[in-house]
């Protein structure tokens, strides 16, 4: 099993910055994949950045170029940095990983509130 503890949500106007971090802990040697999902109210939960060992970091286009995903093995945490929000990317943030190279996760963290005010 792995337990994931989200922190770094929070309330931002357009065009402000928020860092998301995520402490693993438990069986992290397993996973093979990571990410960040994202869910806003009455919408499915999408996916904002993701990777797997070995390959680069993938994200849609409507984070590109202002989000950013990365990672510490040595503190088991994932971070996603995040700029230029704007209120379309108001939604509870998620960190994600999976023992497989494909299919969907297998653990989830808790989620964070991130909301951005126009």
């Known amino acids: 099993q792995v337990q994931f503890v989200a922190s770094g949500g929070g309330l931002v106007q357009a065009g402000g910055s928020l860092r998301l971090t995520c402490v693993a802990s438990g069986n992290v040697d397993r996973l093979n994949a990571v990410g960040w999902y994202r869910q806003a109210q009455g919408k499915e939960r999408e996916v904002v950045a993701a990777?797997?060992?070995?390959?680069?970091?993938w994200y849609p286009d409507s984070v590109k170029g202002r989000f950013t995903a990365s990672g510490d093995d040595r503190r088991n945490e994932l971070y996603l940095q995040m700029n230029n929000l704007q209120p379309e990317d108001t939604g509870l943030y998620f960190c994600?990983?999976?023992?497989?190279?494909?299919?969907?996760?297998?653990?989830w963290g808790q989620g964070t509130q991130v909301t951005v005010s126009s």
């Open positions: 994600a990983a999976r023992e497989d190279l494909s299919g969907p996760p297998d653990y």
């Open positions: 990777w797997s060992r070995g390959t680069a970091r």
